[in-house]
Every structure is written in structure tokens, then in C-alpha cells.
């Protein structure tokens, strides 16, 4: 029987799975001819942050980000997704909740449909075990996509093998609080400059208004609040800058906030008809519309400091946390110098990696990785070359398949300190001649020179991408 096992059964790996067992499913094979088996170690083994036994657990934010698929490289990335029959998206699109112009789900619901799924597919099988070390050599084609909280065991095997210094950051996941103890005598419901998006009707957001003075207040708590302190090999690991706790942005100046997480543009409180110092915006956690997360408030505090520095919010003076914030370091290898193309480990071909561990940052690239990972390891039991099958690198699924195999890397791509964490961007595509003139024969000027060329990157990319999808290319 053909066989591919995956470790880890989170985004990247559940999705790694599903298009594996996909592909082999569309060529004909049967439960008794081909598998696909997730190894998964919770609940027999747990971690730090997950609190569920359900694949593609969300443990930071309930948001996918920007659904934009027009001008917004996240957005694209999720149109991409879908146009590929992506098991995540599907899942997310069906348990989306209100916020904005972005896509976000309730957690548990989100994460319960995708475990629904992987366990009803005749060709996955889930296996609850943790895998400690390298897999057994008749293990002749494996996904390692154990995200960034790798066991020690297979973390020390993998750095055995690869020779290279491990590669490590800290990341951060922010509170949550019930709806029921926000006094919206304060706070109101409003979206970003009112914009709708899916599911969402243009007020998706809690907000939370500082005064000039509440906001020092704030800024003084913050910087003086009890933080988590590191272990002594943990000092040197640096933080991602996409995810940086809040207290790590305050240090940076006392303005940094209110120009960050805490912006009040596009916001207008209703009591006053103009625009707070800064505020906090608050983000719907769950279905039931019960449960809100701190949008940016990724933490070190310690759990009885968040809840006092908090509670000084204006809003949130009762607060109730359903869920206190927390950081855990993260590890990822260097993936330009150690994987091929097809995200093979060039030292030991049987492994391929796929996930956070491979270098990408957000839940949407982790996922976008196990989706390729898990086609090139179909492709490659199936006897046909993987490598032919790369996406183009105009879309957004080839623009992270270059920052892992070190394409969009300037001389000394691979070196130690040249590879960094990296969300899917259009800093990562090739570049395109933007529109002069808009559909109406007028010259496109300033900002919107921009836009338009957004809008060109994301036109091109769909183009390109259901071109590699045609059923010529054996892909769909």
C-alpha cells in the first residue's frame, strides 16, 4: 500500500492531508491501495497553548486576515486557496463571524469541521501518538508539520540531521473577553472607516476610546506591569515583528501604540462625533457572538498584571477574560540552504516540511505550505515529478514556495541571518507594469497608483493560477 504520513495535525498538516488524500482519490486509488495518515500527539501528548484534542486548533487569533482578494495579498491568498479546494478555507468560509473586511471564524466550530472532515476521508486515517525523534526508515514519505511548538525529541533530531544552529523567535497570543462585561455605555460597535466585509455589516468591531491622558495612563501600566521572564538560553531569541507583544512596542516609544494596534482613524465615538487619542478594537471571537478578542494585544504580562493593566481601559473596568494572553517561542529551520524545491529535505529526501517550522508566519501561509507540501508528496508517489508541478511564482501560493526555497532571497540567500519569518506579501511577487489609465480612459494619479497596481498584481495571479489548475496540467 502506498503510504504518506504527515506529523502534526494542525493548519498545515490537516491541509497537507487533505490534498494528498485528494489527489490520490481523483487518480482512482482506494482505501486499499493508497493512505494518508496524521500523527497527531494531542491529547496523549499536550502542549503549551492548545487546549482541544481538534485538528487545526487556533491557539493566537480567531482571524484569517483580509479577505480582499482585489488588492490584498492575504485576500488573494485566500481566493487562491479556495480555487485549490482548500480544506481551511472551506471551513473557515462556513464558520466565519463578523469582522470587518477581514475573515474570521469561530475557533472551535472552525476547528471541529475540519477535524469532521480529515476523519470522514476513506483515505486519512489519524493516528494519536507522539512521534519522538526521526520516523522509521520504511517511512518512505513523510510531512513534518509540526508547527512552532515542535517537541524537543523531533526538534533535537531535526537539528542532528540538518547540522545547521536552530532558528528561533517569540510569539505572543492576546486575551479574550465576554462581551457581557464590556460597559457600552463607553464602547460601540464600528468597523474601520465602516467598512463591510464578509458576514459583517460595517460596525464588526468593539471599540474603546482613550483620552490623551487615559491613554499615558495606559502607556505607564504597561511599561511598569510584571512580564514573563525568559530563560536564560531563551534571551537572544528574537521576536517576530509581525506578532510583537504590546508591551515590546510601548518600550519602542510612547507614540508606537497609537500608531499601531491602538490607531483611531477611520473611528468616530458616537458620545463625542469625533476622533479619540487612540483606541482598542475588540473582535469577535465565536459564533454566538459572546466571546471578543483584543485585536494587536499579543502579551508577556503576567496573568495577574494583564488583568489589572487592562481593567484600565476604558470599557473594560470589569472585564472578565475567558482567556489571558501568553508567549511561547516558536522554531523554524532554514529552509532556503536545507529543503529543495519540492520541500524535501536535501539531507534525507524521505522528509518533507510544511507549516510554520518551514520559515512562513501567519495561520493562512502555514496552511498554504501544507497545501503544497501535501500535492508535491501525492505527485511524487504517484510516480510523476513534483517539481514540474511549482506554482507560478506571480501567484501568492509561488511567491511563499520562493521565500522557502530562497528565490525572492538577495545574494547570500540561505546564510544564517539572511531567512526570517515571513507573511505572504507583494514585496514577495515579481513585479508588474501598472495601469496608467483607469477603465474610463483617465490617468490613474497618486495613491491610487497603488491600488491599481495591486489590483494588477491580484488580476495576474488568478490568471495564472487557474491556468496552473487546468486539467491539462494534472493538478485540478
Known amino acids: 500500500m502506498k503510504q504518506i504520513h504527515i506529523i502534526g495535525g494542525g493548519l498545515a498538516g490537516s491541509e497537507a492531508a487533505w490534498q494528498a488524500a485528494t489527489q490520490l482519490q481523483e487518480v482512482g486509488l482506494g482505501s486499499n491501495d493508497a493512505r494518508v495518515i496524521i500523527h497527531e500527539m494531542r491529547p496523549v501528548q499536550k502542549t503549551a497553548v492548545h487546549e482541544t484534542d481538534q485538528l487545526a486548533e487556533l491557539v493566537c487569533s480567531n482571524s484569517f486576515r483580509s479577505d480582499d482578494a482585489t488588492q490584498n495579498a492575504v485576500g488573494l491568498l485566500h481566493e487562491e486557496m479556495r ?47 507522539e512521534v519522538l525523534g526521526l ?30 544552529d536552530e532558528l528561533a523567535f517569540f510569539d505572543a497570543i492576546a486575551p479574550i473577553i465576554f462581551k457581557n462585561s464590556i460597559n457600552f455605555d463607553i464602547a460601540w460597535l464600528q ?55 504590546v ?16 490607531k483611531p482613524v477611520g473611528l468616530t465615538d458616537p458620545r463625542t462625533g469625533s ?57 523554524f529551520i532554514n529552509s532556503p540552504k536545507l529543503l529543495d524545491e519540492t520541500f524535501r529535505m536535501k539531507s534525507a529526501p ?18 498554504a505550505t501544507g497545501l503544497l507540501a501535501g500535492r508535491f508528496a501525492a505527485l511524487q508517489l504517484l510516480g510523476q515529478n513534483p517539481a514540474v508541478s511549482n506554482p507560478p511564482e506571480t501567484t501568492a501560493l509561488g511567491a511563499l514556495h520562493r521565500h522557502i526555497t530562497g528565490g525572492h532571497l538577495s545574494e547570500g540567500a540561505g546564510s544564517k541571518g539572511a531567512f526570517q519569518p515571513m507573511n505572504v506579501n507583494f514585496g514577495l511577487f515579481p513585479e508588474i507594469a501598472a495601469p496608467k489609465v483607469d ?28 491556468q496552473w489548475l487546468a486539467p491539462a496540467s494534472g493538478l485540478n
Open 83 to 129: 480555487r485549490c479546494s482548500s480544506i481551511i478555507l472551506k471551513s473557515a468560509d462556513a464558520n466565519q463571524v463578523p469582522a470587518g473586511g477581514a475573515l474570521a471564524v469561530d475557533r472551535n466550530n472552525f476547528s471541529g469541521a475540519v477535524t469532521d472532515a480529515i476523519e470522514a476521508h476513506p483515505l486519512i486515517e489519524i493516528v494519536r501518538e
Open 135 to 164: 520516523p522509521p526508515p520504511d517511512w518512505r514519505s513523510v510531512i513534518i508539520a509540526t508547527g512552532p511548538l515542535t517537541s524537543l525529541s523531533l526538534a533535537a533530531a531535526i537539528h542532528k540531521i540538518s547540522g545547521e
Open 191 to 245: 468597523s474601520r472607516y465602516n467598512k463591510k466585509g464578509p458576514g459583517g455589516d460595517g460596525a464588526d468591531y468593539i471599540n474603546l476610546p482613550f483620552t490623551e491622558a487615559e491613554y499615558e495612563q495606559f502607556v505607564d501600566a504597561l511599561l511598569t506591569g510584571e512580564k514573563t521572564e525568559f530563560k536564560e538560553w531563551e534571551k537572544n531569541t528574537p521576536y517576530f515583528e509581525g506578532c510583537l507583544p
Open 247 to 262: 508591551e515590546v512596542m510601548a518600550e519602542r516609544g510612547r507614540e508606537t501604540l497609537r500608531f499601531g494596534p491602538m
Open 275 to 331: 476622533r479619540p487619542h487612540a483606541v482598542l478594537q475588540l473582535r469577535q471571537d465565536n459564533a454566538l457572538g459572546t466571546l471578543y478578542n483584543m485585536v494587536g494585544f499579543q502579551t508577556k504580562l503576567k496573568y495577574g498584571a494583564q488583568a489589572d493593566v487592562f481593567r484600565l481601559i476604558p470599557g473594560l473596568k470589569e472585564a472578565k477574560f475567558a482567556r489571558l494572553g501568553g508567549i511561547h517561542r516558536n522554531t
Open 350 to 367: 524521505a522528509l518533507r516540511f510544511a507549516g510554520q517550522i518551514t520559515g512562513v508566519e501567519g495561520y493562512l501561509e502555514s496552511a
Open 439 to 466: 477603465a474610463d480612459g483617465n490617468r490613474i494619479k497618486g495613491k491610487e497608483k497603488g491600488f491599481a497596481r495591486k489590483r494588477a498584481l491580484c488580476a495576474r495571479a488568478l490568471t495564472d493560477l487557474d
